[in-house]
């Protein structure tokens, strides 16, 4: 079962711009992590925020945590076209060992120059 | 960094055959690697977790005669698509669990089936 629900789903913007994505989630969690999916492609990571932290900056990015709201949001500051790609939050699934990683739906971001 | 080498990246085959798609981290151990399924404009959903040397874990809903995994090393893990129909067609992504470094998580590039 998915873990994350982003909004907004698609998301179109001018070069320059700032982006923010939101994703909510269901359950207690360790950490939420938010990756980068272009076309076509696998997935990479872009940063990771632990339960215990509520903000966490990485370049261009900013991450947000809410633990009693379940929800967390990706700033992307300064858009590029580059920056264009489906982003997705996701939750390790706490209750096992398996290590399960659980995706939110994504949000679709379009940045045109 | 940690790297996962998924193959084929495109594959076209006919319904009712097989097909196996390979999923190796190239510079470390993974005892855990997981299979995803993904369609257009769509989320990525967990199918199984494969175990080197024991059964994969599926998710509910998903058929285990139709996906079948094998984790037989601790650097490969396989999906086979048996008796493939065009409603398989999709995009396939594994992970592999490296615990040596947060997130912990690397993906393939994956790959996309077309079942004709």
């Known amino acids: 079962s998915q873990q994350g629900e982003e909004d907004p789903q698609a998301l179109s913007i001018q070069e320059g711009e700032n982006a923010t994505m939101n994703c909510s989630y269901k359950?207690?969690?360790?950490?939420l992590q938010w990756y980068r999916q272009n076309s076509g492609r696998g997935l990479v990571h872009l940063i990771l925020i632990r339960s215990n932290e509520r903000e966490k900056h990485s370049g261009r990015l900013r991450v947000t945590l809410d633990t009693s709201k379940k929800s967390s949001s990706l700033l992307i500051t300064a858009s590029r076209a580059a920056d264009t790609a489906s982003y997705f939050c996701?939750?390790?699934?706490?209750?096992?060992?398996?290590?399960?990683?659980?995706f939110g739906r994504g949000t679709q971001l379009t940045v045109w120059p | 960094g940690a790297v996962v080498s998924q193959h084929p990246s495109r594959v076209i085959c006919k319904s009712g055959t097989s097909v196996k798609i390979e999923c190796r981290s190239l510079?470390?151990?993974?005892?855990?690697m997981f299979w995803y399924r993904q369609f257009p404009k769509q989320s990525l959903m967990l199918m199984a977790t494969?175990?080197?040397?024991?059964?994969?874990?599926?998710e509910q809903g998903v058929e285990k005669d139709k996906f079948l995994i094998n984790h037989a090393s601790l650097t490969l893990s396989t999906l086979t698509v048996t008796s493939a129909h065009p409603e398989d067609s999709s995009f396939y992504i594994c992970?592999?669990?490296?615990?040596?470094?947060?997130?912990?998580?690397?993906f393939g590039s994956g790959t996309r089936l077309t079942v004709v």
């Open positions: 992970s592999a669990r490296d615990p040596r470094h947060l997130p912990g998580y690397t």
């Open positions: 510079d470390f151990q993974a005892t855990t």
């Open positions: 359950t207690s969690i360790n950490n």
């Open positions: 494969s175990n080197e040397g024991s059964k994969a874990t599926y």
């Open positions: 996701a939750t390790p699934d706490r209750g096992s060992t398996l290590g399960r990683l659980y």
